[in-house]
């Protein structure tokens, strides 16, 4: 098994499990993050992020299953959680295309990718189905997103 592969199955066999000291351990200081939602997190917020999300795991029912994907030569994971997200306890299913690169041992650079629309109806409901690919209203979910780990 290749250097890449064991470091991808350790980060999401700890996300399986809602370790996020594990996975947030495999992350380089100099990582980037980004996904729909969040743009250039740094080592601090990506770690607080994971944090936040899965120090609720038993409340919000979070689980999550993976599989490691090789495409055209390129690994990656695509995962899948569900939850239930926010007051209202809406009932999410989240599908994503993880791609990272990895340095010596440690995650450098890590892109999700998602149905940012899809996933705006299941979480957010009314408003997404009008607004959900409009730029604006991404942008104002992801600056609610950042001011909750920053």
């Known amino acids: 098994?290749?250097?890449k592969e064991i470091i991808l199955k350790d980060f999401y066999?700890?996300?399986t499990k809602g370790d996020f000291k594990k996975?947030?351990?495999l992350y380089d200081e100099s990582i980037v993050f980004n996904d729909p939602i969040f743009k250039d997190l740094n080592h601090k917020q990506v770690t607080t992020m994971w944090k936040s999300l899965l120090s609720n795991k038993k409340e919000s029912k979070f689980e999550v299953s993976y599989e490691l994907l090789n495409k055209n030569d390129y690994l990656f994971v695509?995962?899948?959680?569900?939850?239930?997200?926010?007051?209202k306890r809406r009932k999410v299913t989240n599908v994503v295309d993880s791609r990272m690169e990895v340095k010596d041992g440690k995650?450098?650079?890590h892109t999700d990718s998602f149905n940012f629309k899809k996933w705006a109806k299941q979480s957010i409901g009314g408003p997404a189905f009008i607004f959900g690919n409009q730029k604006w209203f991404k942008n104002k979910v992801s600056k609610a997103a950042i001011k909750k780990i920053s």
Do not use: H, Q, V
């Open 78 to 87: 695509r995962w899948t959680a569900k939850y239930l997200f926010g007051p």
């Open 23 to 25: 996975m947030n351990s």
């Open 13 to 15: 066999d700890a996300f």
């Open 107 to 109: 995650i450098i650079k």
């Open 1 to 3: 098994m290749m250097e």
